[in-house]
């Protein structure tokens, strides 16, 4: 399995982006996707999570403002950003879990900055 990550930029504050995450391979429905972030000086994070029933969780500092989704169809997540703060600057992982097996992208970056 590869995911490949893409989306991120330079935004203003209180703008949107919109982060997908594509999958290789055959697992992809029938796997959680998740979105990591990770600023500098910090330990990764959950963002967001989806199951592969639909189910999501967010994190409390995003609740409101980002939404996960999937299409198993393109084998893509992903993760739009609306209201984007500063303290949403990082480096944005996607990952794919099945069972105990973790899989990750290669990290975009997403910088909030006026």
């Known amino acids: 399995v590869q995911l490949q990550a893409f989306g991120g930029g330079l935004v203003q504050p209180g703008g949107s982006l919109r982060l997908s995450c594509a999958a290789s391979?055959?697992?992809?429905?029938?796997?959680?996707m998740g979105w990591y972030r990770q600023a500098p000086g910090k330990q990764r994070e959950l963002v967001a999570r989806?199951?592969?029933?639909?189910?999501?969780n967010y994190a409390d500092s995003v609740k409101g403002r980002f939404t996960i989704s999937r299409d198993n169809a393109k084998s893509t997540a992903y993760l739009q950003m609306n209201s984007l703060k500063s303290e949403d600057t990082a480096v944005y992982y996607c990952?794919?879990?099945?069972?105990?097996?973790?899989?990750w992208g290669q990290g975009t970056q997403v910088t909030v900055s006026s």
């Open positions: 391979g055959s697992i992809f429905s029938i796997s959680a």
């Open positions: 990952n794919l879990n099945i069972l105990v097996k973790d899989y």
């Open positions: 989806i199951t592969s029933s639909g189910a999501t």
